[in-house]
């Protein structure tokens, strides 16, 4: 079996020869503006689900769309050489809405190409992911050492709500002993990383009431509270003055092993000369091990159009992020418990839950995760990757996990810390982008030489 693995030297100038097509291939995906959010025309995640398919029948796997109620994800498969591991790859192909487009330098959905980043929504989070698995595929043609599976999923961006039914009912056709989740982020330009922990989350709305309606507020404004200003005192008990969360029963924790430069952070946000950041201890505790909650939008009058007249009820949303060991369930509990308790003026406060995640850590010890590493180092020429945490969230590790409690799981990604994915100008670094392809490539062939070695001990 060891003729279907090919050298490194062979995989580098496959990739580097694959990687104009694929480059073109991701444009294409660019193109599609597949967004799974409620009100959006999801005749396009259709299109690019279709669009995902076509490029996996190319890789010469069978291939099927299918969907649990939810939106489309495609299955690909191509069974394993004889006595060769299984391998799933993960990726996306929805994307996150693109927002004020005002504040965008190029059409969203147009990818144009700056300062060697391609430009466009999803061109990084994660039609990158897609096209990595791809690349690696069509570098190995006919000669692929392992078995794999692919699932590119329609509504990650939106919250899986369908993933867990649509994964039991295709148990057997994507069960795998390793599982390449393609949808985080390397350490810095130059330097992988393997992801071994993700933040859990929590999105819900608040939605607090005083009056039946509105009322003139020069008449009774002074003694009758107003339900915008009362939401806003009830979100700031949130935070503590330090800026820490001050909810209990939230579980944190401190103990990162790498910290991030302030200023280095401070840039890659874009924070204002002057702002401050908040909450205490390290910089990665504070984004990787201990819970955040951030106000993410809010339903009150708009400024243009406000009378002057004491709002009735008001809404935020929050987006909660869960440190590792928390439980979703629990922790939604503990918010709706503090804001029900908080309610200034004895105001009305009605908690609904949008979407949640639990957190993951991953225990990154054994072969394949040292393969992984291996992988990583030869396509950075050298340089080794560093174990992190991500603040972001990808729920369904951890029902991954559950499903398939011997596959190792390995989160890789093709964002660096100036990708902006969700964010307006979202790109991708196109040099780490071809790292990554090659990155995939010789993990694929370190797998099957790892399940070749094991057998033979
Ligand atoms: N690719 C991200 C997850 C991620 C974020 C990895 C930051 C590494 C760093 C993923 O597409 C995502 O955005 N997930 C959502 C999940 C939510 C909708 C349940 C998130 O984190 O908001
Ligand atoms: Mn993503």
Known sequence: MTTTIRTESELRAAIERELPGVRADLERLVRIPGIAFDGFDHSQVERSAEAVAELLRGCSLDVRVVRSGGQPAVIGRRPAPPGAPTVMLYAHHDVQPVGDLSLWQSDPFEPVERDGRLYGRGAADDKAGVMAHVAALRAFGDALPVGVVLFVEGEEEYGSDSLERLLKEHREEIAADVIVIADSMNWDIGVPALTTSLRGV???????????????????????????????????TLHDDAGDVAVAGLVGAEGASVDYPEDRLRAEAGMLDGVSFIGTGRLTDRFWNKPAISVIGLDAPATGEAPNALVPAAKAKLSVRLAPGDEAAKAYAALTEHLRRNAPFGASVTVTLEHDGEPCVIDATGPMYDAARAAFRTAWDGVD?????????????????????????????????????????????????????????????????????????
């Open 202 to 236: 929590v999105n819900c709305f608040v939605e607090v009431r005083t009056l039946s309606q509105a009322v003139h507020s020069g008449m009774f404004g002074g003694a009758v509270p107003d339900a915008l200003t009362t939401l806003c005192r009830l979100l700031a």
């Open 385 to 457: 990757p560093v174990d992190i945490g991500v603040g972001g969230s990808i729920p369904f590790i951890d029902t991954f996990r559950q499903m398939f409690p011997k596959a190792a799981i390995l989160v890789t990604g093709v964002e660096d810390p100036y990708a902006r994915a969700h964010g307006p100008n979202e790109s991708l670094h196109l040099g780490e982008f071809a790292r990554v392809c090659l990155a995939e490539a010789l993990l694929l062939a370190k797998v099957a030489e790892v399940a070749e070695t094991a057998a033979a001990d």
